[in-house]
């Protein structure tokens, strides 16, 4: 079975830090890029980080460049997301995505395969 399983969300005060976690089973974990989405209430679905864990290669949209680092363990099959600086307009639910694809076109909305999300509330 293909999935995807997030953990590491939480409440957490502005200027903190939380580290999120996919780990993902059930496909050959080199074939696809691996990133985060995420969907505040009454906003659009927004990508926000991208790896491939083939190459290595990463995207990050503007609004958490600099503050978010995606990474990969393939021993592990798992993608880490380091958020840092957290801001209170970074509270949203955070789903994992993958698909068999290049990093931008996964963060730009191309998707195979989501989890069931984790909640990121950043308080100010």
């Known amino acids: 079975e293909v999935q995807l399983v997030e953990s590491g969300g939480g409440l957490v005060q502005a200027g903190g830090s939380l580290r999120l976690s996919c780990a993902a089973s059930?496909?050959?974990?080199?074939?696809?890029?691996i990133g985060w989405f995420r969907q505040a209430p009454g906003k659009e679905r927004e990508g926000v980080s991208c790896?491939?864990?083939?190459?290595?290669?990463?995207y990050y949209a503007d609004s958490v460049k600099g503050r978010f680092t995606i990474s990969s363990d393939n021993a592990k099959n798992t993608v880490y997301l380091q958020m840092n600086s957290l801001k209170s307009e970074d509270t949203a639910e955070y789903y994992c995505?993958?698909?068999?694809?290049?990093?931008?076109?996964?963060?730009?909305?191309?998707?195979?395969?989501w989890g069931q999300g984790t909640l990121v509330t950043v308080s100010s």
């Open positions: 059930g496909f050959t974990f080199d074939d696809y890029a």
């Open positions: 790896i491939s864990s083939s190459d290595g290669s990463t």
């Open positions: 995505v993958a698909a068999r694809t290049v990093v931008a076109t996964l963060c730009s909305g191309y998707l195979e395969v």
